[in-house]
């Protein structure tokens, strides 16, 4: 009973923040910080699990700089434009086209959010 409700707490009360998001030559990275309004812990499993979707569409992310994020701390997550070390592409590889984006992330449990992203 007690994992039930555990589970439950997790899902009403588990938030993850886009606090930033950037270029870098081969991928847009962001940092995601557990906003969550109790003792809730994302492992780095629970992170794997995670939605990342630009435009709608889902990416795949660099899993290799993953780690458990305990209530208000951050962490590095990002969607590759190229194949390469730690940018395997499962879902297919973002192409930039100049315009403005909107990310969003779904975590397993909890919620998530939606940045608007201007390329500079």
């Not at 557990?34 to 630009?54: F, G, H, R, W």
Request: aromatic share 10%; hydrophobic share 25%.
């Amino acid at each position: 009973t007690s994992t039930g409700i555990e589970e439950s707490q997790k899902n009403v009360y588990g938030k993850i923040k886009i606090v930033s998001v950037w270029n870098e030559s081969d991928r847009i990275c962001m940092l995601l910080r557990n906003l969550s309004e109790q003792d809730i812990t994302y492992t780095s499993e629970d992170l794997e699990k995670m939605a990342v979707l630009i435009d709608n569409q889902p990416y795949d992310f660099n899993t290799s700089m993953l780690h458990d994020i305990d209530q208000g701390e951050v962490v590095r997550v990002c969607v590759c434009n190229t194949t390469g070390t730690g940018c395997p592409g499962t879902y297919g590889i973002y192409t930039y086209e100049g315009e403005d984006i909107t990310i969003k992330v779904e975590p397993p449990f909890g919620t998530g959010d939606t940045y608007e992203y201007s390329y500079p």
